[in-house]
């Protein structure tokens, strides 16, 4: 399974530097990063979550307005974000390609849908006050607010920018730039995570065009199959690559007896390979959802006719 292989590889990667030889002497501690920029909006995001979710069932039962499987699968992203961007993974992310491909694909393929799944407006909105909650929607329909969440909240849109932030920062001169930069790097993450979730909640929850709940669906099949596809080729040229596309960032390289380019090629192969089988997986569940209410759709005419 994907997932398997991929937490395989995080342990791995995280447990080889303490016996590599170079790097044994690092005081494990700090590995860790606690960068503000990025851990305030996540833990605000958690605490309004928390609170939204303790007041929504508070009003309306246990499991009403928002479910214990989304309650589960938000913790559970939240999770990955966070051990993704604060544990030495992180670190060495930073001096190895292919943990900074294993982060961001934590960050865009697990994190991301989980929390996109969980479906976090609604709780986070019942987290503000009673007196501001009605200020706060009539913000969120202002036209200056209004237009571009139509823009770019259309799936197509929603693809296409999810796809430009992963061309984009696998650029050499903008990865470099990242790697040289905190702002930079900071920005990566973000445009990474927040494309990734604004890709997951339109094809889970988006209006999609139209009302029809199975032309959504088939809408999402068709922009993963493209998201899959074109992924999978920036994997593909960095497996199949000869030459060494990002300077300095297989550092350490060495220490897990593989050179730069190997490096790369292997984090080249996670993107191909189980980044794709993550989002055939999400294909294949939609598929079986759009089937499921075409079925359902063409069996009603005949069960009312029988009545």
Known sequence: ???LSIAIMVLGLLAGPVMAHGISDVDPGSLWSFDPWLLAPLY???????IGTQRLWHHAGGGRGVSFHQVGAFWTGWLVV????????HWLGERLFTAHMIEHGLLMVVGAPLMAFARINGPLMWSLPSSLRPAAGGCLNLPILARPWALVSHPLSATALHGLALWAWHAPPLYIWALQDTAMHR???????A?????WWVLLH????GRSVRLRDGIAIACLFVTGLHSGVLGALLTLSTRIWI????????EFDLSPLEDQQLAGILMWVPMGMLYTGAALF????WLTAFDAHAHLPAVRHAN
Not at 44 to 50: M, Q, R, T
Not at 82 to 88: D, F, G, K, N
Not at 195 to 199: D, K
Not at 286 to 289: E, L
Request: hydrophobic content about 55%; proline content about 7%; charged content about 5%.
């Open 1 to 3: 399974m994907p997932a």
């Open 44 to 50: 605000i995001v958690g605490i309004g979550f928390y």
């Open 82 to 89: 966070a051990l993704a961007l604060t544990s030495p993974l």
């Open 187 to 193: 920005l990566q993450h973000v445009s990474f995570f």
């Open 195 to 199: 494309t990734a979730l604004l890709f």
């Open 206 to 209: 988006g209006r999609g065009v």
């Open 247 to 254: 300077p300095g960032q297989g550092a350490l390289a060495g």
């Open 286 to 289: 939609f598929a079986y959802r």
